[in-house]
């Protein structure tokens, strides 16, 4: 955390536009420009650590639209991380280094077996159960999947071959939406891709970075590197933005790394529609962690024929989840989320597609909590049902 680098923002108060957090506390600390000023203030000895200036930091979701639109590319995700790492030292955050720790154990043995067991266990359970969070309110979470992490280390071949794809497949695939793991494959093969799931990998440690825990990510970055340097392949898949920003920016190394849309755009494929109406969410990261521009979700839908796709006004904004975020802080996740699903209804489809794990958990939550009709799929899932 340079202070050259800190000095980049000019204080325009661009990101104050754009910022999910900003309109539902309208202080200078809610935004990505009071958050680095704070940044640059604890690194000058002008404000001391305090319980007060971390909590302007933990109220970030760290989507990165400040990013987005800043006029000067002021590196908002390093800085945030560096300042992160340094609020790690003055205060435990119990929760994080919990939810963090259990990322890392569900990929050993005892960790797969767990959930698989839960999986089982659970099956007579709804979908979604309703949870109650350590910091108040409830959420409907998923179930873990009997078939947890039962891709790893398959080859799924296409009838003829004209690439072969290493599909990172996340931690919320492996061990919740398998189903959304096998209708990726499902869809990659029919236009002719090879794919491939390592065996070995374990979380891509972008929720750690992100949460100042630097030493985990670099201890992920590096099993992962090997992991997946045993493979032969012509690029990476993702079905997980955060997931393919970190491949993309934080691995450093010389991989292709494509989403699961932007295959399909580009691809000669139609899919057999049933006449219903659609509307996107764009994750975050999508645009700012991977750089696409989010046309990629229409140009892949309009290969679907007998559908129409209606575009949100909130298309491109923050569902509210960003993985622990919307765990520590409810009341502003659930404001941000409210609005989302206002806006979903308004477009009057009858499908929510979106390219993100993290978002499907958030919209259905949404859903449930509005009584929306609306059916929240990842675009995969919707896909592949639909396959000629």
């Not at 999986?119 to 998923?142: A, C, D, N, Q, R």
Request: aromatic letters at 10%.
């Amino acid at each position: 955390m340079e202070k050259d680098t800190l000095s980049l923002c000019v204080k325009c108060g661009l990101c104050k536009t754009v910022c999910p957090t900003y309109p539902f506390r309208e202080e200078e600390g809610a935004f990505a420009r009071g958050r680095l000023s704070l940044a640059h203030m604890l690194k000058s000895g002008e404000v001391p650590p305090s319980r007060e200036v971390f909590a302007r930091w933990d109220e970030c979701a760290l989507c990165r639209r400040c990013e987005w639109v800043c006029p000067n590319d002021v590196p908002y995700k390093e800085i945030i991380t560096e300042a992160r790492s340094i609020q790690r030292k003055h205060q435990r955050d119990i929760l994080s280094e919990g939810a963090l720790k259990a990322l890392e154990k569900m990929h050993t043995g005892a960790g797969k077996l767990a959930l698989k067991l839960s999986g089982f266990l659970s099956f007579p359970l709804p979908k979604e159960i309703k949870l109650p969070l350590p910091t108040g309110g409830v959420k409907f979470f998923p179930k873990p999947s009997p078939k947890a992490f039962s891709m790893r280390g398959k080859v799924f071949r296409a009838k003829e071959e004209r690439k072969r794809l290493l599909f990172f497949t996340g931690c919320m695939i492996d061990a919740f939406y398998t189903k959304t793991g096998e209708n990726v494959v499902k869809v990659l093969n029919r236009l002719g891709y090879t794919v491939i799931v390592p065996d070995g990998v374990k979380c891509c440690g972008a929720p750690h970075l992100y949460h100042g825990n630097k030493e985990a990510f670099e201890r992920l970055r590096e099993h992962n590197v090997k992991k997946i340097e045993k493979y032969e392949f012509d690029a990476i898949v993702v079905a997980c933005p955060t997931c393919g920003g970190a491949l993309k920016e934080d691995y450093q190394k010389d991989w292709e790394v494509l989403s699961f849309t932007q295959i399909v755009a580009r691809e000669k494929v139609s899919f057999k529609g049933k006449g219903e109406k659609i509307t996107v969410h764009i994750p975050c990261h999508y645009y700012t962690a991977m750089g696409l521009s989010g046309k990629e979700f229409y140009d892949a839908l309009g290969k679907v024929e007998n559908s129409e796709t209606v575009k949100a006004s909130k298309a491109q904004s923050c569902c509210g989840f960003a993985g622990l975020f919307s765990i520590k802080n409810p009341e502003l996740s659930g404001e941000i989320q409210r609005q989302k699903m206002i806006d979903f209804k308004e477009t009057g489809a009858d499908f929510i597609l979106t390219e993100c794990p993290g978002c499907v958990l958030q919209l259905r939550d949404g859903a449930k909590k509005t009584k929306s009709s609306q059916k929240v799929k990842h675009i995969a899932d919707f896909l592949a049902e639909r396959l000629p």
